[in-house]
């Protein structure tokens, strides 16, 4: 609300028609403004917004609808209102796409102009009204977000320091069974703390606050370096880790730390459904258009039936055969991360003979001059 | 025998410090505990250990890193090995912080919980000794 009081200004070309609006509505309690044409109108109302415009379709000059077309983009708290000698639907429907809220036609009683100024009124109240509700409501689900990942980790984080100690403690008095106790408690702990991990990237990546850095990269690089790091555990299982992988490959635009830990859940997945002596192998190729990677294992594979729901959070298509349950987030953060790449993932399986998970990225186009083409996620 | 080696622990949860203590301990060392970054400061000009251990984040974000300042600052704390902890995720709202280029050296940053192995084996080196 404007400190002089609810503030009308005026666009209309024709005095009697100003001096009318003014003499209604100052009665009203409304402070009013007026401008005898466009140019006028919204120097006016840019130097200081009016809670309320009126303005008159045909005019001299600037018209109504260009007059809208500028105050609704540059002042969007501003209601807008259209007079129209000639109501027509046609100019009213694009007056009214064009951002005003409603119109008056000419001629019009000063009940009429006061009532439409009212609603116009009311609609600015609620409209932001509900704009500082949907302000709030983010800053507490941001808030509430940084409050989960500080406080519900430091308990597990102490936790796990606490079995630290004990096994440096207790050391060569702990017989098997019970160091595999420590072991399992240490290991489920680690699930729990993975799992708030994946919800927290999962619902930064839904309000938009997770932090990427995109940069061009070869995706060879990325699968390489996911070999290294996953290889060990792959061997603890007695599981092959093998590479098909080209030389390189043409350069997509990723942010790298997301891409690892993509590549970390996928063969991590494909080492708990595969037996010993089974095999992993990371495949990689590219057409015009995309680069693909492909995880595949020769593990237990998915029922037909459960595939279509293997990215949704927390389902399990297979949670008896697992040798450690996860996170159950882990492939709805892939998922995530690819959307945010613009890219694919997906899977292809056969029971009893393996699945091979496949993401999909859309090769970095260059311009003639060199720099990367803005990149645009979907 | 060498008398024991002193190591101050300062981080604002109890349990963390105990249970770290316990492992220092098991390695052999004297523990001192200090449960704020003021507390910390102080128990370290009268302590005067071999080597401190701080949380990053106490009551305020960056508590331990003026902690850290504060020991460099003092005459015994110039060439000391000083530990950093921090438990912020990778993706936390603190992600961006950096010290600044001149900020005091730091030997060893070390992600919560570290294992006992690990923290021994940076102690070790820092101090010149044998991994026990």
Redesign the interface.
Known sequence: MNPQGPAVLIIDDEASIRDGCRQALEKSGYTVLEAADGAEGIRMARLSPPDVALIDLKMPGMSGMEIIEILARDLPDTVLIMITGYATIVSAVEAIQKGTYDYLPKPFSPDQLRAVTRRAFEHRSLKIEARRLRAEKERMEKSFI?FV??EM??PL??I???I??L???AGERLDQEMAGIVERCSSRIQGLETMI?HW??IS?IGEGT??WKKESLDLVQIIRRSAEEMAPICGRQGIRLETELPEHLPEILADR?SLLRVFANLIGNAVKYTPEQGKITLKAESDAYYVTARVCDTGAGIPPDKLPFIFEPFYRARGKQERQPGSGLGLTFCKRIMELHGGEIGVASKEAEGSAFFLKFIIQTRTASGPAAPFRPL | MTAKKRILLIDDDQDFLFATKLILEKGGYEVFLAENGKAGVEMWKSVAPDLAIIDMMMETWGEGFSVLSKIRATDTGKDTPLFMLSAVDLQGPYQSFEPPPEFPKVNAVLQKPVKAEMLLGYIARELGQKAP
């Open positions: 940084t990942s500080h980790r430091s984080v102490v796990r320091q606490y630290e100690a096994k440096s403690m991990e927290l990237d930064r997770f932090v730390e």
